[in-house]
């Protein structure tokens, strides 16, 4: 054998075209909107029944409603209890679920091929008829409670629920977390979860969403036998605007006695879904803070050692949610973090990713994409994007073609419109004593102090 | 019914490197996965974490690849990558497109054969800051974070490699020297201690002529030294102990451990069926009794740990409501742990029901396959067996798991870990 060069990187191989799967489409007489895309590889059905009966239509006094009802969901329906809605599923080996969050309302399932027509009559049963036992909605409702309480406690979550209602005015539900308050929870029976799921849980404006080893004659059958009879519209609509809170930068130290170390957050109202720059700002996302090898990670965390991690994102809507800049790091060098992540995050706004980082942004977003195109559960997700944002069917088809086109300068500009460190609100949780009197001396803005609880 | 037919083939390079070959042309990707028989339950007192420490070390650049290079090329091409340490073992993986295994190859190669020539203390002093961060932001400024260092000194005693966390100590970490990195290097990173796993989109036989090539040139070394402190140790712990920790918590939560026979063993496949029975899916008897129909916990988690060295544990963790009782939801949970003793049938099938599934959906991932087929080879010399999970589980008779609730879940084998909320709230 000859001896290998090892100074250089191997060269590429023949690259291997890969395709997003083929997604067929048909419209049910209903208006539910089903899409299949076959997988033959292993035997493996993956469904999501999407319906927008979103936390986003529901005001601040019923927040938190559409993901209680998605929890007590699994309490049984008019046929069987809990257990033995659970029983029948997993006898079968499928797992069910059910999510709620700012778009709407998800009912997942998964199972093996053959187990498919009765698994999947079992969700369609779950969806239609829950029965919503008083003893299963108090449970679903005191474990929200303990689960809202836990994250008051927990430094990362706080962190989190600070900066939020710092970016977003009040009466913006993204100003608020997902799962409601407790004053919010607490007002809810079983009658609000029964008419919430009869006024929201409709089928136009959603769809139905198979990915694996399963024919679309057999999954369109399924579906008008057990939702063809199933109509209508959801009755609340997400009809807000997002505003900020603050449009001047400030600095909110959440005081926590004794804390051992530092979360940040900084950020700002962010971009929606829609915005036609979408991809020039997700490469200058990525070189900021979105990858391994992004400026705020190589800084913080190869140069410096402050911190585990640290990375940045936009979290895209359907209207603007936030930006956000998040790294926990030790007391000692909080401050420094700090000043460390708004120079980053200054540098970015105003002088954009340079060619080169473009470049490797953009490589790894198509690689990347090309690499999560594998289990049906990925292939399902994506779909479900399409369905909720709205986006043209060839969406992923163009997808890395639509990356690949995007230039230094683009990006930049993205960056320079979306990236604003002057309005920058930057939350601390960590402990007064130790890094109160470092963030003063960095001038950003007037440290306002607040309590825990 | 055999869903479950993995093909692969085995070789061994002279160095003593074993290599595993997965192919699977239908998604053109490939995972490499890299398993070294070396993890915490390596480290002798005052290195605990070194064995984690190391492994961050690793990506801090060889002999022809400067620091942060690896990240960028992999990430240059779309790939992902990361790397694991836990009490058995260490693992390194990176997923890429097909056409870029060289690249792989290259990297993994070099840092086998060529490491030490690119440390230095600079690195060293970074990376230790990073590794403090990361306990600091997962264990010590986390509600209940100290849980795993209490459990396994409850369950462990003090000369058992599984006495200490994976994460060691602060004093540990920060005491590791340039010295400590070489000899920890030349003792376990030595190919004839590692099993290299390529799964997916491959020819075989060109896959094993580039190992060859990247591979082939590096020195065997010494066998890995005996493991350090007692391994041997009593199949159960003798008397329940406790431990009650109040602290700033939201919410009360119990969790219990008990030694059960190690990974090792055939024994452990009775471990892994109780466990499912009690905690595995919505129909199991913890959420069933516990979370639904006493509503006596928020939630409820089991876990059967794969671990090899004399005992391993198995867990379950019960968390309270605000205000409840700790103590009664102790005994709510020691009810189901005894009540296990009349299992069903049934009760087992439903559970090979639901990991026949999560198996087969965790195999559609190449990356999961070539973890799994590491570990069996590492563990078992036997990647084969990965085929076979499900018969090994399906061989549990209820007579098995009705001996092991007399024998391993009894009061001569409880550690009972109590978090309390502090001001009583």
Known sequence: MSALDRSAQPASGTLRDFSFPVVDRQALANGLDLRLARMN??????????????????????????????????????????????????????????????????????????????????????????????????????????????????????????????YFAADVPYARAVDGTVASIESMSRETLSGYVEANYRPEGGGLVVVGDVELDEVADMASA?????????????????????????????????????????????????????????????????MFTSRLNLNLREEHGFTYGVRSRFTFRSHPGPFQISTAVGNDVAAAAVREAMSELTLMAEQGPTEEEVSAARDYAAGVFGLQLETSGQ??????????????????????DDVRAVTADAAAAAAGRYMRPSEAQIVVVGDADAVLQPLEELGLAPVQVVGAD | MTLLSIDFERHRLDNGLKVVLAPDPTVPVVATNLWYGVGSR?????????????????????????????????????????????????????????????????????????????????KLDNQRDVVMNEKLQRYDNQPYGDWSERLQHLLYPADHPYHHTVIGSMEDIEAATLDDVASFFETFYVPNNAVLTIAGDIDPTEALDAIERYFGDISAGADVPPLPGRTELDPVIGETVRDTVVSDVPLPRVIMGFRIPPYSSEAFASAEVARALLGMGRASRFYRHLVREQQIAKSVMTYAYPLMTGASMLLVWGTGFPGSDPAELEQAMTRELEGLIDARQDEIDR????????????????????????????????????NRELDRLRSVTLDDVRRFVEQQLGTNNRAILTYVPENGR
């Open chain 1, 41 to 166: 590889r292993l035997p493996v059905v993956n469904v999501s029944l999407f319906m927008r009966a979103s936390e986003g239509a529901l005001g601040h006094d019923r927040a938190g409603l559409a993901v209680l009802t998605s929890d007590a969901l699994e309490g049984g329906t008019r046929k069987r209890s809990g257990s033995e809605l659970a029983e029948s599923l997993e006898r079968i080996g499928a797992r069910l679920s059910a999510s709620a969050g700012w778009e709407g309302s998800t009912v997942g399932m998964s199972c093996l091929a053959d187990r498919l027509p009765e698994a999947f009559a079992i969700m369609a049963e779950a969806v239609r008829e829950p029965a919503f036992p008083e003893d299963e909605v108090r449970r679903a409702l005191d474990q929200q409670l303990a689960t809202i309480r836990q994250r008051q406690m927990d430094p990362g979550a706080l962190a989190t629920d600070a900066a939020r209602a710092a």
């Open chain 1, 226 to 290: 057990h939702f063809g009879e199933w109509t209508g519209t959801p009755a609340h609509v997400a009809d807000f605007d997002v505003r900020p809170a603050h449009v001047q930068r400030r600095v909110i130290l959440v005081h926590r006695p004794g804390a051992v170390q530092s979360e940040v957050r900084i950020g700002h109202v962010g971009a929606s879904r829609s915005i036609p720059d979408y991809y020039a700002l997700s490469i200058a996302n990525m070189v900021l803070g979105g």
């Open chain 1, 379 to 400: 292939i399902a997700t994506r779909v479900n994007q399409l369905l909720i944002y709205g986006l043209a069917d060839d969406h992923y088809d163009r997808y890395r």
């Open chain 2, 42 to 122: 390596n480290e002798p007192a005052g290195k605990t974490g070194f064995a984690h420490l190391f492994e961050h070390m690793m990506f801090q650049g060889s002999a022809h690849v400067p620091k942060n290079r690896h990240f960028e090329l992999i990430e240059r091409v779309g790939g992902t990558l990361n790397a694991t340490t836990w009490f058995d073992r260490t693992n390194y993986f990176e997923t890429v497109p097909s056409h870029e295994l060289d690249l792989c190859l290259w990297l993994e190669s070099d840092r086998m054969g060529w490491m030490l020539p690119a440390m230095d203390q600079e």
């Open chain 2, 351 to 386: 559970a090979i029901s639901l990991t026949e599934t999560d198996l087969v959906r965790a195999l559609e991932r190449v990356a999961e396959r070539a973890d799994l087929l590491s570990m069996f080879d590492l563990y078992f010399d036997d990647p084969g067996r990965l």
